[in-house]
């Protein structure tokens, strides 16, 4: 059974760039037909998609976030990395992975990992 | 871009009532490919139906979906205790593949 776990700073500064990790156990990223997908939730506010990546490093985005957002897949670490550059307090959220296995619903989800922006 | 608007906000309710939780899409849902999700706090949400009206796999069946178009509703036939959460619904437009949320409904104990 598909797990993922996310990892990242917990606080990063403003205007730096924030890493995230999901490690994938339970399956290998490079065999498994699926798209990843990073989330996130402000705090007390609702879900926002980033970008999704598959083993192939397709890559979809969401418009808002396209110009700062590169997301990455290492095959050999069963890794997905989510790279948010120039942040700012309007980024402070828990950071879901998650994975959409039928495309149009993401069906396995991280615990989240909280990211806080703040100097 | 498609935006999402779930109604009411809030809604209060008691075990064993009925909960009618509505999504209306701003146009047509390509290929009803919508979504709803419960969130407890603290925990990640939890994919409850897809394709409007899909129940995933171990979703107990007093939930269930329907619409179409631009119009969603999840039902919960009698509400458990457990029940009480947030709900988002969520589309899927496939081309180029992009996800949306709504802003969620707080069901809460009355």
């Known amino acids: 059974q598909l797990q993922l776990q996310e990892s990242g700073p917990g606080l990063v500064k403003p205007s730096e760039t924030l890493s995230l990790t999901c490690t994938v156990s339970?399956?290998?990223?490079?065999?498994?037909?699926?798209?990843w997908g990073w989330i996130r939730q402000p705090p007390g506010r609702g879900l926002e998609w980033i970008a999704n990546?598959?083993?192939?490093?397709?890559?979809f985005h969401n418009p808002s976030l396209k110009s700062r957002v590169t997301i990455s897949v290492d095959t050999s670490k069963n890794q997905i990395s989510l790279r948010l550059k120039s942040v700012t307090a309007a980024d402070t959220a828990m950071y879901y992975c998650?994975?959409?296995?039928?495309?149009?619903?993401?069906?396995?989800w991280g615990q989240g990992t909280v990211v806080t922006v703040s100097s | 871009e498609i935006v999402l608007t779930q109604f009411p906000g809030t809604l209060s309710l008691s075990p064993g009532e009925r909960a009618t939780l509505s999504c209306r899409a701003s146009q047509s849902v390509d290929r009803n490919y919508l979504a709803w999700y419960q969130q407890k706090p603290g925990q990640a949400p939890r994919l409850l139906i897809s394709g409007a009206s899909n129940r995933a796999p171990g979703i107990p069946d007093r939930f269930s979906g329907s619409g179409s178009g631009s119009d969603f509703t999840l039902t919960i036939s009698r509400l458990e205790p457990e029940d009480f959460a947030v709900y988002y619904c969520?589309?899927?437009?496939?081309?180029?593949?992009?996800?949306?949320f709504g802003q969620g409904t707080k069901l809460e104990i009355k």
């Open positions: 339970g399956g290998s990223i490079s065999t498994t037909d699926y798209y």
């Open positions: 990546i598959n083993y192939g490093r397709i890559t």
């Open positions: 998650a994975t959409p296995s039928g495309n149009d619903a993401f069906d396995i």
């Open positions: 969520q589309q899927y437009g496939s081309s180029p593949p992009t996800y949306t």
